[in-house]
């Protein structure tokens, strides 16, 4: 699994904070890995200098194997908070994704297990 990470002009933090997401971004995402070729954070201030209540924003889009790309969006006073609930996002969005995937009808009814002794 690849992770680029891109800035938007208003964030600062250079080499440091590009380390920082990305390794938040793989640890929470590491369950994923083998089915993920590439995952991208995108990370900007929305308000530029005016500043505000959550106005850091991070875009998080990954790509699994032979499917269309998914995305989500999570907004903070950080970007730190950005980059790591959109990382939490996208590991609930994933884990739902893959989980219909292997989730198939068929199986065993407990209509016909035997009942355990008493």
């Known amino acids: 699994m ?15 904070l590009i380390e920082r997401a990305e390794a938040e971004i793989a640890s929470v995402l590491d369950r994923f ?3 993920l070729t590439r ?9 530029g200098e005016k ?8 875009v ?3 790509r699994p194997n032979g499917q269309p790309p998914v ?4 907004r903070a006073a950080s970007v730190e908070e ?3 609930g959109a990382a939490e996002s996208m590991a609930h969005l994933l884990d739902s994704r ?8 068929g199986g065993e009814s407990i209509r016909h297990m035997t009942p355990a002794p008493e």
């Open 82 to 84: 950005a980059y790591t």
């Open 60 to 62: 998080l889009e990954a």
């Open 39 to 47: 995952v991208e954070a995108h990370l900007t201030d929305q308000n």
């Open 98 to 105: 893959f989980g219909k995937l292997h989730h198939t009808k």
């Open 51 to 58: 500043g505000g209540p959550d106005d850091k924003q991070c």
């Open 33 to 35: 890995s083998a089915q």
């Open 71 to 74: 995305a989500v969006t999570h």
């Open 2 to 16: 690849q992770i680029q990470i891109n800035t938007g002009s208003g964030i600062h933090g250079g080499a440091s």
